[in-house]
C-alpha cells in the first residue's frame, strides 16, 4: 500500500518543525541510533487512528541564498508537487501576515485539498484570534497548539478525510519487485535501460500508482520481476536541480513499494552524505539492500581499486553491513548480469523464516560463548526467542526485564543469527519483551 503524503506549508516561524516533530515525534525518538545514518528529518512518517502517511517538513528545505518571499515559494512548490493533501499552517499571535497571503496565494493554484491549522493558540481564550484566517479562504481554521500538542487529533481528522484511495497495483507472491534509488546523474535511467534491454522480456509498461513512477515488469530466467523506477523530475527549474533533498522525497515513495532497494552510486564521483541519506531510508523502511556501483568502465583500476572502494563503502555505510555490494556498468552492459543473481539472494533472504528450535540453539550457544550483561547487580536473562515476520525478519526475545537488553549485546545476538543463517542483504530486528 502506498501511504499518502502530507506536507506541512508556511511562511517561517510559524512552528512547522514543532507540529512535524509532534506527529512523528514517537516513532523518532524510537529510531535506533546507527552509526552512519544522517538524521536529515524533512521527510517521516506518522499514524492517526487507522492511517498511515508520510509527512513533508518545509521549513527542512533549505534552498540557500533565495530572498525571504522565493524561498517560501520555493519550498512550498515542492511540497504541493509531492503532496495528496496539505496543512497550510499559520501563526494565530500575529495574526494574518502579507507573507499568509502570499503562500495562500500559491496554494489556490496548487488544486490539492488545503487544511488550514492556525497555530500557538495555547488555551480556550485565544480561539477569538482564529477569525481573522477565515480571510484566506480555505474554509474553518483548526486552532492547535504545537508547544503543549492541542488540536493535533482534530487537524489530522480533517486532513485523513482528504486521503486518496489505495490503487496500488498488486502482483503475486512469487513477484520480486524492486527500485533503484540514489542521487541525481547517478545513472540509475541507464541501468534500468539495460537491465530490461538485455534480457528483452518486457511484458508491459503499467503506469505505476507512485507520482512518476512506471511499473516494469518482466522475466528473465523463470523469475518474475518489476522495475518500480521513478521517471525523473517533472517539473524543469532551478529550485529541483539546486535541492538535493527533492530526490529523498522521490525516493521514498519508490521504497514503499519494493522488496529490494538498489543503491546506487556513481563510481567516478564517490560517496557523498547524500547516498547515505537515502539508503539510511532504505534501511529504516526495513527493505532488503544491494548496493549498486555504476560507472565503474569510467574509472582507471588497478587490482586494488575494487577493494578500496569496497572498503570505504563499508566505512561509510557502517548500517548497510549485510549489504552485497555490486560493481557494473550501465553504459557498457559490464557486469550488468551478476545484479540479479544478488537481488534474488536479498529477496531470499528478505523473506526467510527460521525454525525456533534452531533458532534457540544459536541463541544458547551463544549466551554460552558470551555471558549476558549485567546492570546495578541485575543480569539479563534469555528464556527464548522466536522469529514473528518476515520482510524483513524480525525476532522477539523473551526475556526478565527488556531494558537490560543493551544495544551491544543486542548487535552482538543479531551477527550470530547472521553467521547461523546468513540473512546477507536483509536487515533483521530484534525485540525484546518481558516473559509473563
Same mark, same amino acid.
Given at each position: 500500500? @502506498?501511504?499518502?503524503?502530507?506536507?506541512?506549508?508556511?511562511?517561517?516561524?510559524?512552528?512547522?518543525?514543532?507540529?512535524?516533530?509532534?506527529?512523528?515525534?514517537?516513532?523518532?525518538?524510537?529510531?535506533?541510533?546507527?552509526?552512519?545514518?544522517?538524521?536529515?528529518?524533512?521527510?517521516?512518517?506518522?499514524?492517526?487512528?487507522? %492511517?498511515? =502517511?508520510?509527512? !513533508?517538513?518545509?521549513?527542512? *528545505?533549505?534552498?540557500?541564498?533565495?530572498?525571504?518571499?522565493?524561498?517560501?515559494?520555493?519550498?512550498?512548490?515542492?511540497?504541493?508537487?509531492?503532496?495528496?493533501?496539505?496543512?497550510?499552517?499559520?501563526?494565530?499571535?500575529?495574526?494574518?501576515?502579507?507573507?499568509?497571503?502570499?503562500?495562500?496565494?500559491?496554494?489556490?493554484?496548487?488544486?490539492?485539498?488545503?487544511?488550514?491549522?492556525?497555530?500557538?493558540?495555547?488555551?480556550?481564550?485565544?480561539?477569538?484570534?482564529?477569525?481573522? =484566517?477565515?480571510?484566506?479562504?480555505?474554509?474553518?481554521?483548526?486552532?492547535?497548539?504545537?508547544?503543549?500538542?492541542?488540536?493535533?487529533?482534530? $487537524?489530522?481528522?480533517?486532513?485523513?478525510k482528504h486521503f486518496p484511495k489505495d490503487k496500488s497495483v498488486e502482483y503475486g507472491e512469487d513477484v520480486i519487485k524492486f527500485s533503484l534509488i540514489g542521487r541525481p546523474n547517478v545513472?540509475?535511467?541507464?541501468?534500468?535501460?539495460?537491465?530490461?534491454?538485455?534480457?528483452?522480456? *518486457?511484458?508491459?509498461?503499467?503506469?505505476?500508482?507512485?507520482?512518476?513512477?512506471?511499473?516494469?515488469?518482466?522475466?528473465?530466467?523463470?523469475?518474475?520481476?518489476?522495475?518500480?523506477?521513478?521517471?525523473?523530475?517533472? +517539473?524543469?527549474?532551478?529550485?529541483?536541480?539546486?535541492?538535493?533533498?527533492?530526490?529523498?522525497?522521490?525516493?521514498?515513495?519508490?521504497?514503499?513499494?519494493?522488496?529490494?532497494?538498489?543503491? @546506487?552510486?556513481?563510481?567516478?564521483?564517490? !560517496?557523498?552524505?547524500?547516498?547515505?541519506?537515502?539508503?539510511?531510508?532504505?534501511?529504516?523502511?526495513?527493505?532488503? @539492500?544491494?548496493?549498486?556501483?555504476? +560507472?565503474?568502465?569510467?574509472?582507471?583500476?588497478?587490482?586494488?581499486?575494487?577493494?578500496?572502494?569496497?572498503?570505504?563503502?563499508?566505512? %561509510?555505510?557502517?548500517?548497510?553491513?549485510?549489504?552485497?555490494?555490486?560493481f557494473l556498468s550501465a553504459k557498457t552492459k559490464k557486469r550488468v548480469h551478476t545484479l540479479l543473481p544478488m537481488i534474488n539472494i536479498a529477496s531470499e533472504n528478505h523473506s526467510m523464516?527460521?525454525?525456533?528450535?534452531?533458532?534457540?540453539? @544459536?541463541?544458547?550457544?551463544?549466551?554460552?560463548?558470551?555471558?549476558?550483561?549485567?546492570?546495578?547487580?541485575?543480569?539479563?536473562?534469555?528464556?527464548?526467542?522466536?522469529?514473528?515476520?518476515?520482510?524483513?525478519?524480525?525476532?522477539?526475545?523473551?526475556?526478565?526485564?527488556?531494558? $537490560?537488553? %543493551?544495544?551491544?549485546?543486542?548487535?552482538?545476538?543479531?551477527?550470530?543469527?547472521?553467521?547461523? =543463517?546468513?540473512?546477507?542483504?536483509?536487515?533483521?530486528? *530484534?525485540?525484546?519483551?518481558?516473559?509473563?
Amino acid at each position: 500500500m @502506498v501511504k499518502p503524503v502530507i506536507a506541512i506549508v508556511g511562511r517561517p516561524n510559524v512552528g512547522k518543525s514543532t507540529i512535524f516533530n509532534r506527529i512523528v515525534g514517537e516513532r523518532i525518538s524510537i529510531v535506533e541510533d546507527i552509526p552512519g545514518v544522517t538524521r536529515d528529518r524533512i521527510y517521516s512518517s506518522g499514524e492517526w487512528l487507522t %492511517h498511515d =502517511f508520510n509527512l !513533508i517538513d518545509t521549513g527542512g *528545505i533549505d534552498i540557500g541564498d533565495e530572498p525571504f518571499l522565493e524561498q517560501i515559494r520555493q519550498q512550498a512548490e515542492i511540497a504541493i508537487d509531492e503532496a495528496d493533501v496539505i496543512i497550510f499552517l499559520t501563526n494565530g499571535r500575529e495574526g494574518v501576515t502579507a507573507a499568509d497571503e502570499e503562500v495562500a496565494k500559491i496554494l489556490y493554484k496548487s488544486k490539492k485539498p488545503v487544511v488550514l491549522a492556525v497555530n500557538k493558540i495555547d488555551n480556550p481564550e485565544m480561539r477569538d484570534q482564529i477569525y481573522d =484566517f477565515y480571510s484566506l479562504g480555505f474554509g474553518e481554521p483548526i486552532p492547535i497548539s504545537g508547544s503543549h500538542g492541542l488540536g493535533l487529533g482534530d $487537524l489530522l481528522d480533517e486532513a485523513a478525510k482528504h486521503f486518496p484511495k489505495d490503487k496500488s497495483v498488486e502482483y503475486g507472491e512469487d513477484v520480486i519487485k524492486f527500485s533503484l534509488i540514489g542521487r541525481p546523474n547517478v545513472g540509475k535511467s541507464s541501468l534500468v535501460n539495460a537491465i530490461l534491454g538485455e534480457e528483452r522480456v *518486457i511484458v508491459s509498461n503499467i503506469a505505476g500508482t507512485t507520482r512518476d513512477a512506471v511499473d516494469s515488469p518482466y522475466t528473465y530466467d523463470g523469475g518474475k520481476y518489476v522495475i518500480i523506477d521513478t521517471a525523473g523530475i517533472r +517539473k524543469k527549474g532551478k529550485v529541483y536541480e539546486s535541492t538535493e533533498k527533492y530526490s529523498v522525497l522521490r525516493a521514498l515513495r519508490a521504497i514503499e513499494r519494493s522488496d529490494v532497494v538498489l543503491v @546506487v552510486i556513481n563510481a567516478e564521483e564517490g !560517496i557523498i552524505e547524500q547516498d547515505k541519506k537515502i539508503a539510511g531510508y532504505a534501511h529504516e523502511a526495513g527493505r532488503a @539492500v544491494v548496493i549498486v556501483v555504476n +560507472k565503474w568502465d569510467a574509472v582507471e583500476k588497478d587490482e586494488k581499486t575494487m577493494k578500496e572502494l569496497e572498503r570505504k563503502i563499508r566505512e %561509510h555505510f557502517l548500517f548497510l553491513s549485510y549489504a552485497p555490494i555490486v560493481f557494473l556498468s550501465a553504459k557498457t552492459k559490464k557486469r550488468v548480469h551478476t545484479l540479479l543473481p544478488m537481488i534474488n539472494i536479498a529477496s531470499e533472504n528478505h523473506s526467510m523464516r527460521v525454525e525456533t528450535s534452531i533458532l534457540n540453539d @544459536v541463541i544458547m550457544d551463544a549466551v554460552a560463548m558470551n555471558p549476558t550483561p549485567t546492570d546495578n547487580g541485575r543480569r539479563l536473562r534469555i528464556y527464548y526467542t522466536t522469529q514473528v515476520a518476515v520482510k524483513p525478519p524480525t525476532f522477539v526475545v523473551f526475556v526478565n526485564e527488556p531494558e $537490560l537488553l %543493551h544495544f551491544s549485546y543486542e548487535r552482538f545476538l543479531e551477527n550470530r543469527i547472521r553467521e547461523a =543463517f546468513g540473512f546477507e542483504g536483509t536487515p533483521i530486528k *530484534i525485540y525484546a519483551r518481558e516473559r509473563k
